[in-house]
């Protein structure tokens, strides 16, 4: 797949904030607006929309709050991913450190391919490397601005993400594969052992 690409700094394709820092314990609510905290991110980059929590949040600066195409990046934890926000019937929610928000300028790279690239084994090589020594992996702030990714047109940014998730349809398919494979396999074996062991009795009956 040949392409002009160019490698920028993470910093340099997207706006990066802080998630709102909170003090003490978060006063659940039923209603009120939503907020994503670290445990609703899943390490593959999954937001779970079903266990996120309600506060009461009156006086919190817009900045905060994330929507549609707005990136959550996880920058504590044995996995620090990222997982772009997808669309939501209950409206925008908050975010609370240690996550941070991430906006990409769309001129230059969409959601899903920066998402993407964060993900992946170079980046993630270079989050290793500031996190050395550290008994908690924590990426800072400017650790991600500096980080270094690919970025192609938006065309090519595409076909990768196209061929990215043909490629995990495969890989699953060929987990289940392999999996009903062993277990037929298995199956063939207990029938023989359960036949041999029938025949064993049948002989010893006819002696």
């Known amino acids: 797949m040949a392409t002009d690409s160019k490698t920028l700094c993470i910093g340099d394709v997207c706006a990066l ?3 709102m820092t909170v003090r003490g314990r978060l006063e659940t609510l039923e209603h009120g607006s ?25 006086d919190v600066r817009d900045r905060y709050r994330v929507e549609p195409g707005d990136i959550v990046f996880r920058s504590r ?7 772009v926000v ?26 899903d391919y920066l ?12 989050f290793d490397e500031e996190a050395q020594g550290t008994n908690l992996r924590m990426v800072s702030k400017t650790t991600l601005e500096k980080a270094t990714i690919a ?3 938006h065309a090519t940014q595409q076909r ?17 594969l392999t999996a009903k494979q062993y277990d037929l396999m298995h199956r063939l074996l207990t029938d023989r052992a359960a036949q041999a062991t029938q025949y064993r009795a049948a002989e010893r009956i006819t002696r």
């Open 77 to 83: 934890g044995e996995r620090t991913t990222a997982a």
């Open 115 to 126: 998402a993407w690239a964060i993900n992946q084994a170079p980046v993630q090589r270079q």
């Open 160 to 176: 990768i993400l196209e061929i990215d998730t043909l490629a995990e349809l495969e890989r699953a398919l060929s987990q289940q």
């Open 34 to 58: 939503l907020v994503l905290q670290l445990r609703d991110v899943d390490t593959s980059g999954v937001i779970d929309w079903k266990a996120v929590a309600r506060i009461q949040a009156e």
């Open 17 to 19: 904030q802080m998630g």
């Open 86 to 111: 997808s669309p939501n019937p209950e409206g925008s929610a908050l975010v609370v450190a240690p996550l941070m928000i991430l906006r990409p300028n769309k001129k230059l790279i969409s959601a």
């Open 151 to 153: 970025v192609p047109d």
